[in-house]
Structures are given as structure tokens and as C-alpha cells.
Nanobody, 118 residues
Framework: QVQLVESGGGLVQAGGSLRLSCAAS????????MGWFRQAPGKERELVAA????????YYSDSVKGRFTISRDNAKNMVYLQMNSLKPEDTAVYYC???????????WGQGTQVTVSS
């Protein structure tokens, strides 16, 4: 069983920055893909960033491209999301998730709230 725990959320003014962290424990899968999702009230959950095991490949949604950076430290079982130039529309619960084998995200954290005030 894999446990994912997010941290680093909070309240920030527009234009500010936050760094989210995701700590993985239990049976993590070598070669996995890690992703950050978010879900705002009344909206569907969306994938905002993802990173391959080797960090060679990354994905960003158009809404965060150029502002967010995903990274990982496999030795520490950590995944990070650096969020800069935050906008009120970035307000959401952010979730860390693991796709262990290319068949979809299977393990999820409990989420961390990010609120951006205007």
C-alpha cells in the first residue's frame, strides 16, 4: 500500500508563491509517474502537472505552464510543485497522485488547500 501526504498549502495573495510537497511511503513503484491534480469547488478535478520517474519528461496544463514547476527526489520519495505568480483561479484543493505502471493514477493523497486572494 502506498501512502501519499501533501503539505505546503495555505493562503497567499495574488502574485505570490507556494511550494507543495508530497511525501510517499509504503510500497512505491520504481518507474512510476507522479502527478499533481487540483479541484476547485464546482469544477472537475484536473491534472496540472506530471513527472516521469527519471524527471526526463514533464507535463503541464496550459493554465499553469510557465508558472508552476514539478520536481521529484526519488531518494527521499518526495514530489514537489513550485507555484509562482499565483492567481485567484489557482484556488483549489491540490492532490498528489501516483500512476504506478502506466495504467492510470491509482494512489492519491488527502489533498492540501491552496487559496489565492485577489
Amino acid at each position: 500500500q502506498v501512502q501519499l501526504v501533501e503539505s505546503g498549502g495555505g493562503l497567499v495573495q495574488a502574485g505570490g508563491s507556494l511550494r507543495l510537497s508530497c511525501a510517499a511511503s509504503g510500497r512505491t513503484f520504481r518507474g512510476n509517474v507522479m502527478g499533481w491534480f487540483r479541484q476547485a469547488p464546482g469544477k472537475e478535478r484536473e491534472l496540472v502537472a506530471a513527472i516521469s520517474w527519471s524527471s526526463t519528461n514533464t507535463y503541464y496544463s496550459d493554465s499553469v505552464k510557465g508558472r508552476f514547476t514539478i520536481s521529484r527526489d526519488n531518494a527521499k520519495n518526495m514530489v514537489y510543485l513550485q507555484m509562482n505568480s499565483l492567481k485567484p483561479e489557482d484556488t483549489a484543493v491540490y492532490y498528489c497522485a501516483e500512476d504506478p505502471n502506466g495504467f492510470g493514477y491509482k494512489y492519491w493523497g488527502q489533498g492540501t488547500q491552496v487559496t489565492v486572494s485577489s
